[in-house]
């Protein structure tokens, strides 16, 4: 008997809302990577302060594409310009459905001029292996999934070492700088006989490369960076402190994937199994709705304009370009008030994460939504990456988040619960200046 779908899930809960929906569900953590090495708040701080390393290769999927149809496919069914991307060079993937939101992000290598990578959450990976396998093309894949479902090593390995003293760290692995390179390009680099890539990149701003290579080399690799970082303070970075890092950044991570309700994807929602990501990727918090479509996100909201080109065209093409005249929602971070925090968690409360849809209001209005909440304890404060309605999108806009949880289908969406409110102080994002202005101007130039 076939597992059951992502369809036959959503028939049998009655709907995608009730399929998902899972209050007081845990945060997803890294999986394989211990979650602390010297403790979540001390490697919080490690970029910031030093250098941090952190072991990627276990919590994404890879999907290695290949076939002389291959760009063809990715021009097909993403908004990405393909026309200046070199063997190398890696960008930000948006796919997006016939509406014009997002199905999910990804990182998109271009190992060759007939093969990528793609990396990241999953969703994109079933999104681009699915219309590759039904859409005629002359492409091959290879899966990778992340290490809670593979059998065996991953791969790759990937290594991310960022902070200030990062550059020092590479000179001192490698003998000397590495060639100059772009943001998101890679240089080949190679130690003790192993061949490898070196992807200038980095979180929260912070100056960094991210490692690339075969997972039979990664031991070597990792020994050689521990080694080299030790009289400059390198700290490893747990899982604890890797899922909370990315907050400062600006990144949303997983946004629900817009698929659940076009007709024109009933096959697509029948060759997704409801054990997958599709299916159980949670949704819970105090913002509840019974239709999942408002919880779909635009690329426009999310910030990725910058990757969007409409030179050709691609699935959800038209939908895509008429939202650009009519974006309703800024992406802010929410600074939330501490003697707030302290007394809805606990005055000493310590490690925090969600990824719960919590209600952003003001003067008891909803004007907005997290996605990415967690304590930043360098700062004192628990930040929340949301998307807030343009007119209270202003930094400095005072508002109030709405913390707990709504029961589901059956309760008002907007009944009165009696929940805890902490107030807010709304903030740009992404919420590290560098991030925001030398950081995200040198993506822009590249």
Do not use: C
């Not at 993403?78 to 939101?101: L, M, R, T």
């Not at 490369?209 to 700290?235: H, M, S």
């Not at 996100?297 to 009519?326: C, M, T």
């Amino acid at each position: 008997m076939p597992a059951p779908s992502l369809q036959d899930g959503i028939d049998r809960a009655g709907s995608a809302v009730n399929l998902l929906w899972k209050p007081d569900a845990p945060p997803w953590n890294p999986p394989v990577v211990p979650s602390e090495f010297v403790g979540w708040a001390f490697e919080q701080s490690a970029p910031f302060n030093a250098v941090g390393l952190s072991d990627l290769s276990h919590h994404m999927r890879d999907l290695f594409i290949e076939g002389p149809d291959t760009t063809r496919l990715l021009l097909d069914h993403s908004a990405n310009n393909y026309e200046n991307f070199g063997v190398g060079q890696a960008k930000q993937f948006v796919p997006v459905s016939q509406d014009g939101n997002i199905v999910q992000d990804g990182i998109l290598m271009r190992d060759a001029e007939h093969r990528y990578t793609l990396t990241g959450p999953p969703a994109s990976q079933s999104w681009i292996l699915f219309h590759g396998e039904r859409g005629g093309y002359d492409v091959s894949f290879k899966d990778d999934p992340d290490s809670e479902f593979r059998r065996g090593d991953p791969v790759l390995f990937r290594y991310q070492v960022q902070g200030p003293r990062a550059l020092a760290l590479v000179e001192k692995v490698f003998g000397g700088p590495l060639p100059d390179t772009k943001f998101f390009h890679t240089a080949p680099v190679s130690l003790g006989g192993r061949n490898f890539r070196a992807l200038r990149h980095g979180m929260a701003g912070q100056t960094g490369y991210e490692f690339i290579g075969y997972y039979t080399d990664g031991e070597f690799v990792k020994e050689a960076l521990l080694t080299a970082g030790e009289e400059l303070g390198l700290v490893e970075i747990g899982a604890l402190a890797y899922a909370t890092n990315g907050v400062e950044s600006g990144w949303i991570p997983t946004p629900t994937p817009a698929i659940y309700t076009d007709p024109s994807l009933l096959e697509y929602r029948q060759w997704l199994k409801v054990f997958s990501f599709e299916g159980q990727k949670p949704l819970h918090g105090s913002f509840f709705s019974p239709n999942i479509e408002d919880y779909y996100v635009s690329p426009w909201e999310l910030g990725y304009g910058r990757s969007i080109s409409f030179n050709h065209d691609f699935l959800g093409r038209d939908a895509l370009q008429k939202a650009q005249d009519n974006v309703p929602r800024t992406k802010v971070t929410l600074e939330l008030n501490e003697d707030d925090v302290r007394q809805v968690f606990s005055p000493d409360f310590g490690y925090f994460l969600s990824y719960g849809r919590y209600r952003i209001e003001a003067d008891r209005e909803l004007v907005g939504v997290t996605f990415y909440t967690t304590h930043v304890a360098r700062l004192g404060t628990v930040l929340a990456l949301s998307l807030v309605d343009n007119a209270h999108a202003v930094p400095g806009t005072e508002v109030e988040l709405v913390y707990g949880e709504h029961p589901g289908d059956g309760t008002n969406p907007d009944a009165n619960l009696g929940l805890p409110r902490l107030r807010a102080t709304v903030q740009p994002a992404p919420y590290n200046e560098y991030a925001r202005t030398s950081y995200r101007a040198e993506a822009l130039v590249h």
